[in-house]
């Protein structure tokens, strides 16, 4: 099994990803991170220990066990030549509360290289996180990355 570092060819369209794994990491949310999510965006005060909704996300990147850019490196994508945020999808399966520490487990479901208007061909990155405590599921995040294929730019049909 591959892990995050680890020398990969760059291609890897079209094939599984079950020999790459992302390393488990942990995400402690606190009351005070909470708090402060909630003044920035002037979001209600929290009722008992129920966290804001955004700490799926802010958990399950915060908590990965490697950086998205640092997979993308490793599976041979250029992150630096200009990532962009393609898709996210959350779905919750318990509220997040403060004062807890979650797991957070992540992997790669696809890689694609598809065509585009803009970089002539580009590589959708898709991670799967799910955020748990205590065994338990609490959020399942898809987090699709977009960037530029390696190699020279080819120019896009009008």
């Known amino acids: 099994m591959q892990h995050v570092g680890a020398d990969l060819p760059s291609s890897h369209s079209g094939r599984g990803m079950d020999?790459?794994?992302i390393p488990p990491?942990?995400?402690?949310?606190?009351?005070?991170?909470?708090d402060a999510i909630r003044?920035?965006?002037a979001a209600p005060q929290r009722r008992a220990k129920e966290a804001h909704p955004v700490f799926?996300?802010?958990?399950?990147?915060?908590?990965?066990?490697?950086?998205?850019?640092?997979?993308?490196?490793?599976?041979?994508?250029?992150?630096?030549?200009?990532?962009?945020l393609g898709r996210c999808r959350i779905?919750?399966?318990?509220?997040?509360?403060?004062?807890?520490?979650?797991d957070v487990a992540a992997?790669?479901?696809?890689?694609?290289?598809?065509?585009?208007?803009?970089f002539g061909a580009a590589d959708h990155l898709t991670l799967g996180m799910t955020v748990s405590a205590a065994g338990r599921p609490h959020a399942r995040v898809s987090l699709t990355t977009i960037m530029p294929a390696p190699?020279?730019?080819?120019?896009?049909?009008a």
């Open 19 to 21: 020999h790459f794994a």
């Open 25 to 34: 990491g942990r995400f402690l949310l606190s009351a005070g991170l909470d």
């Open 39 to 41: 003044r920035s965006c």
């Open 56 to 84: 799926a996300f802010v958990a399950a990147l915060g908590g990965m066990g490697a950086r998205v850019g640092d997979v993308c490196r490793a599976l041979g994508l250029a992150f630096d030549e200009g990532a962009v």
């Open 91 to 102: 779905d919750y399966d318990a509220p997040l509360t403060v004062d807890t520490g979650y």
């Open 107 to 118: 992997r790669v479901v696809s890689l694609e290289r598809k065509a585009s208007r803009r």
């Open 151 to 157: 190699g020279p730019a080819v120019q896009a049909p």
